[in-house]
């Protein structure tokens, strides 16, 4: 079930669950029966925490332009293992 919102001239907004998909354009008003029409708004999307958003917008980033390494990080390196 998603949720839809309208708008009646008389009464303001108000919410109606419906299946996904089926929402009519206008909706009977609850409170006063008029035609109501409906409202689109952004979806009720929950807040994600910034360290995420940049993980995601580099994830993102790296499917397009990925960053390609052409030689090692500067650092120390580590010592090779003796020849047997």
Do not use: K
Not at 17 to 28: F, H, K, N, V
């Amino acid at each position: 079930m998603a949720t839809y919102e309208y708008v009646c001239r008389d009464c303001g907004y108000f919410d109606v669950r419906l299946p996904m998909g089926t929402a009519p354009s206008e909706y009977g008003c609850a409170t006063c029966g008029h035609d109501a029409r409906r409202v689109y708004s952004p979806p009720n999307i929950s807040w994600v925490p910034p360290a995420l958003t940049a993980a995601f917008g580099r994830e993102e980033q790296s499917r397009d332009a990925p960053e390609v390494v052409t030689v090692p990080p500067p650092g120390r390196r580590r010592p090779r293992p003796p020849h047997p």
